[in-house]
């Protein structure tokens, strides 16, 4: 035989199975979904609740105002964005030190819809063996209304929720009030279909592809694991040998372990894998493996636990559960837990503390500096009062830095509530009390509600030019 005739192609590249999970029922089932029914509620329920005369939770970026409740946030507050940012950053890395890929298993969206997602397909379609037998049959009629109305089912949850999503940035009874009368905008229209468009394909179709390929949190996960992070494991050394047996053989005499090698662990998986096999990248911690091998456990009358959350210290010693979480207190998760509270309490307390407006300086560049009538030097600033309270506040304005410097336009600014105004404020000064150039100036600002009680007050420096 030649060279030739002994090349063998391989192919780099292997058609993506499609993967059927079965539906399990167990104590994780039960959390799972307990955290599919909150989350769905917090997220679909937010946006038509009120605060006052206006919607609790609002990203108004038109008006550059953003309502939390009873907090007013301007595109100044943006460190507090990044104190949000850091404190889900710490709060993952310490989630998962402690047991894994919680966030993945239980509360992540992509997670989320797509038990949602599967909860329609096994509605329309069946559970997982008439799922496989209906794709592997001929067109038919029937094979036609349970696909088609399962997509109709999904594009209608998905329109929903890219229409909840918008909520959040616009009124959303306007927006619903719109929608009815067809008077959405275009880019209204735009983020509905997109975000629709996003949860149909993430949810109904890329499901485990996400999570396998897209989402970076499965490649760098295991930087953040130990010995003593809680995962979902496999007992090997009660398990195996593996193999199928009836109910009441002497597993002694078949010198087997208790698993059965029935395989709906991996029939149950959402990525399709054989948690069998060890710890791998594409195990999203959720415990579907372990709510149905204990199904089996208890219908051979075996003990339960053959798959369960545990660590790697606790498998090789042999700890039990009281042993294996004092465990968890450890160095790592001291200090992510530590860092984590401090910054939560330091957003916390600027929050409270802060007052509640703001005022922005610009100096007028179309004339720095003029001498007008009575020999006077002036300069013109335009000053942005934010008003964060919830009621109408009155700012009253003084300057200092310069002797006789003086405000010449009015000195008092009424703004209403959760709004902003321009005001253009003028200052004058004798020509010959400062010399030449620039001179560092204060505003000083007090806040006064309708009652007349102070809210606050803030200073705010500016220049002050005076020509040659």
């Known amino acids: 035989m030649d060279a030739e005739d002994s090349t063998q192609l391989v192919s780099l590249y292997v058609a993506q199975k499609k993967i059927y999970p079965r539906s399990v029922q167990g104590l994780f ?63 993952l890395f310490l989630f998962t030190a402690v047991a894994g890929r919680l966030w993945c298993g239980y509360a992540c969206p992509q997670t989320v819809y797509t038990e949602i997602f599967l909860w329609f397909e096994h509605k329309f379609e069946g559970d997982r063996s008439a799922r496989m037998r209906l794709d592997a049959a001929p067109f038919s009629l029937k094979k036609l209304w349970r696909k088609g109305g399962k997509h109709l089912a999904w594009i209608a949850f998905s329109l ?9 940035f616009a009124p959303i009874q306007q927006l619903g009030g719109d929608f009815i009368a067809g008077q959405v905008s275009a880019w209204g229209i735009f983020w509905i279909l997109f975000y629709g ?17 897209m989402c970076p949190y499965a490649r760098f996960q295991s930087a953040m694991f130990d010995k003593d992070t809680l995962i979902v494991t496999y007992d090997e050394e009660r398990g195996e040998p593996r193999g199928a047996r009836s ?4 597993l002694s005499t078949l010198n087997l372990g208790s698993c059965v090698d029935c395989s709906l662990c991996v029939q149950v998986c959402p990525t399709g894998i054989d948690i069998r096999q060890g710890l791998q990248y594409e195990c999203i911690g959720c415990g579907a493996c372990a709510d149905v091998c204990d199904t089996v456990m208890d219908k051979m009358g075996y ?27 450890r160095p790592r998760v001291l200090v992510y837990t530590g860092i984590l509270w401090l910054i939560i309490i ?28 009575g020999g006077k030097v002036e300069n013109v600033y335009r000053l942005q009062f934010m008003n964060a309270a919830e009621h109408a506040l009155d700012f009253k304005l003084t300057a200092e830095g310069i002797n006789g410097l003086q405000i010449v336009t009015e000195d008092t600014v009424n703004v209403p509530a959760t709004e902003a105004r321009w005001v253009t404020v003028r200052l004058q000064m004798p020509y010959d009390a ?7 100036i204060h505003f000083n600002i007090q806040s006064v509600d309708p009652q007349g009680q102070e809210v606050g007050h803030l200073s705010e420096k500016s220049m002050f030019l005076v020509p040659r």
């Open 29 to 91: 089932a039960k959390w799972r979904w307990g955290l599919v029914i909150l989350t769905q509620i917090i997220f679909y329920g937010l946006p038509w609740l009120e605060w006052g005369q206006r919607q609790a939770v609002l990203f108004d970026l038109g008006a550059r105002r953003f309502y939390i409740f009873g907090i007013v946030l301007y595109p100044q507050d943006f460190i507090y964005l990044t104190g949000l940012l850091v404190i889900s950053a710490l709060s």
């Open 160 to 168: 929903w929720t890219g229409f909840t999503f918008v909520g959040y």
């Open 197 to 213: 468009f996003a949860t149909y394909g993430n949810a109904g179709f890329m499901r485990e592809q996400v999570c396998k390929y």
């Open 247 to 250: 109910k009441k053989a002497d």
């Open 303 to 329: 003990a339960r636990g053959l798959v369960k959350y545990s660590t790697q210290n606790a498998m090789v010693n042999k700890w039990d559960g009281k042993q294996t979480l004092r465990r968890v207190m």
């Open 346 to 373: 330091a957003v916390f307390a600027s929050l409270l503390m802060r007052t509640p407006f703001k005022v922005d300086v610009v100096r007028d560049r179309a004339a720095l500096a003029r001498i007008v009538q």
């Open 434 to 440: 400062a010399a030449s150039g620039t001179h560092a």
